[in-house]
């Protein structure tokens, strides 16, 4: 069985919260909202934790209330307004204009009625998360943030929030991309005639948005609210000197670690290849013209001051070259008295095992692992970006040739990773073919998930009581 990716989740705060959740694929296939409101949707979707920082605009009551109620429990003023401060800080990360705080307000709370009939339909089928996978979880974040878990903890409790709020919302967010991989992800098929479609599609003259892709670096200098002028100056030129560093510096990546203000630097300031309507406006309309290599900016948003470096650019949607990992896994599935973190612990002593000599990955795949691969010794071939579920393919991607991960949960169960080898290939007919299909699953699979959550939305019973503020 290949672990191939059905999709990302509309779930976002989902799985980022995380490192363990499915998000993100390097190409997404273009949305058909505004401008405007696709800056608010995917700032409602986008990775990001609890800040703690939400206060009160001046003449909104400060005790909390209830705003509504779904199938008899309440979703209230301070959940709204919560969200809402984590949206608007993501909107502005991302260059995008900020909205009306009455929409925003609006869509943030139907937001957190779906979430909620998502994790009520979960419970009723007897859907799970176990301690382990949600410890895993905070442990990828705080690695994600350059911190040990305990220094990670301590920062987020100084911020307003306590390591059970978090626990709570990485394992309520799992549980929901859990009932999601079930009920949609699974049943998405990708037909021949859907990749020759999308692909005709693609061509279609002038339509520059939707047949360029791009991966952009991204270095952030943030402006804080209600920033008087000389402090405006001062961010001004930073960022000036931050594209100055990125043009003479031929390592983006630690310019990055330097100048840019996004936590951790998300991830070198790669943004990913996507098609140039993914992105904010303000950046797709400095990056349409620029060619490979070019620095772009400052650019000035809401929240603050953006340079850009333009990492990558293919006009037909696919990268030129692309890095491929030839990788081994060993499997165990969870049921039949299998929990999480029994399988995590018999991983554990297989990695120690090989460590220390005393067998093989191959020989411990072909004994134990409870996957199609076992006969080959867990061997999973060469691999292309998107060909593996998101949480598989962020270990792998982390790993250095002949390093064993440590345990991995994933829909299919908690593996054991081995990375063989690491090479970049340039893309043959068959394997462009191949990342299309990704594309395509992951358009098909939106779509069918919207129209899912729009009956269990219509199932549900939603009484409405104050508006938020």
């Known amino acids: 069985m290949r672990f191939f990716s059905k999709t990302s989740c509309a779930a976002a705060v989902a799985l980022a919260l995380l490192a363990a959740g499915a998000h993100a694929q390097s190409l997404k296939a273009p949305g058909q909202a505004k401008k405007g409101d696709a800056s608010v949707s995917r700032a409602l979707d986008a990775t990001a934790r609890p800040t703690g920082r939400e206060t009160a605009p001046a003449g909104i009551r400060q005790a909390d209330f209830i705003v509504a109620v779904v199938d008899s429990e309440p979703i209230t003023n301070n959940e709204v307004r919560a969200r809402m401060a984590r949206v608007l800080q993501n909107i502005g990360e991302q260059g995008g204009q900020l909205p009306p705080r009455e929409l925003l307000a609006s869509q943030v709370l139907e937001r957190l009625i779906v979430e909620k009939v998502q994790l009520q339909e979960a419970r009723d089928s007897g859907i799970k998360v176990d301690d382990f996978a949600v410890d895993q979880a905070v442990n990828n974040l705080a690695l994600q943030n350059s911190l040990d878990k305990s220094a990670f903890l301590v920062r987020l409790q100084k911020e307003g929030v306590s390591e059970k709020q978090l626990r709570d919302e990485i394992r309520n967010q799992m549980i929901m991309q859990r009932v999601r991989e079930r009920d949609v992800d699974n049943r998405v098929k990708v037909t021949d005639a859907d990749i020759d479609r999308y692909l005709k599609e693609q061509k279609r003259p002038g339509d520059t948005a939707s047949s360029m892709a ?120 969870i049921g039949d008295g299998m929990s999480e973190a029994q399988a995590a612990k018999r991983l554990e002593d297989y990695r120690r095992r090989v460590l220390s000599g005393q067998a093989t990955f191959e020989s411990l795949a072909r004994e134990y692992s409870q996957d199609g691969s076992a006969r080959d010794g867990g061997d999973l071939g060469w691999s292309s970006p998107g060909q593996f579920v998101p949480e598989f393919e962020r270990v792998l991607n982390a790993l250095q040739p002949g390093e064993i991960s440590e345990p991995v949960v994933s829909r299919f169960g908690v593996h054991l990773i081995k990375l063989e080898e690491r090479r970049e290939a340039r893309l043959t007919p068959r394997e462009q073919r191949e990342m299309v299909r990704n594309v395509v699953r992951e358009r098909k699979t939106e779509t069918d998930y919207n129209a899912w959550l729009k009956e269990l939305r219509g199932r549900a019973y939603v009484e409405y009581r104050e508006p938020p503020q």
Request: no cysteine; aromatic share 4%; net charge positive.
């Open 214 to 333: 791009m991966n952009l670096g991204h270095i952030l200098i943030a402006v804080p609210e209600n920033a008087g002028p000389a402090q405006v100056a001062e961010r001004e030129a930073r960022a000036k000197q931050a594209a100055e560093a990125a043009r003479t510096h031929a390592d983006f990546t630690a310019v990055v670690r330097e100048y840019s203000d996004v936590p951790n630097g998300q991830g070198g300031g790669a943004m990913g290849m996507r098609p140039l309507g993914d992105y904010p406006e303000l950046f797709a309309k400095a990056a349409a013209s620029a060619s490979t290599g070019a620095i772009l900016g400052p650019l000035r948003s809401g929240a603050g001051f953006h340079v850009l470096k333009v990492l990558e650019k293919s006009q037909s949607g696919m990268p030129a070259f692309i890095t491929q990992n030839h990788a081994r896994h060993i499997l165990l599935r």
